[in-house]
Nanobody
Framework: QAQLVESGGGLVQPGGSLKLSCAASGFAFRIFDMKWWRQTPGKERELVATITSGGDTKTYADFVKDRFTISRDNAKSSVYLQMSSLKPEDTAVYYC???????????WGQGTQVTVSA
């Protein structure tokens, strides 16, 4: 059974940093593109960052460029999101997502809360 488990969320002051982790199991992690999304109450889920299966291509939403870094370790079946220079508007539940364009398979984690507040 495919599973994604996020960790690393919490409360941080503006300007601070956090690193989110997502551990995958139950599917061929190495062939899936991995994405981080976020959602706040009353708003649609928005894409934050994507990394391709081999880790060679990374893309970011404009609102996190130069502040967030996505990475993956296929040997550990894990993906990460290093967040720095955090702003109150980054407060959201962050979700890990695995997507394979060929099979159209997609899996979601349960989310981890990130709160940026003084």
């Amino acid at each position: 059974q495919a599973q994604l488990v996020e960790s690393g969320g919490g409360l941080v002051q503006p300007g601070g940093s956090l690193k989110l982790s997502c551990a995958a199991s139950g599917f061929a992690f190495r062939i899936f593109d991995m994405k981080w999304w976020r959602q706040t109450p009353g708003k649609e889920r928005e894409l934050v960052a994507t990394i391709t299966s081999g880790g060679d291509t990374k893309t970011y939403a404009d609102f996190v460029k130069d502040r967030f870094t996505i990475s993956r370790d296929n040997a550990k079946s894990s993906v990460y999101l290093q967040m720095s220079s955090l702003k109150p508007e980054d407060t959201a539940v962050y979700y890990c997502n695995a997507h394979d364009s060929w099979s159209r398979s997609t899996y979601w984690g349960q989310g981890t809360q990130v709160t940026v507040s003084a």
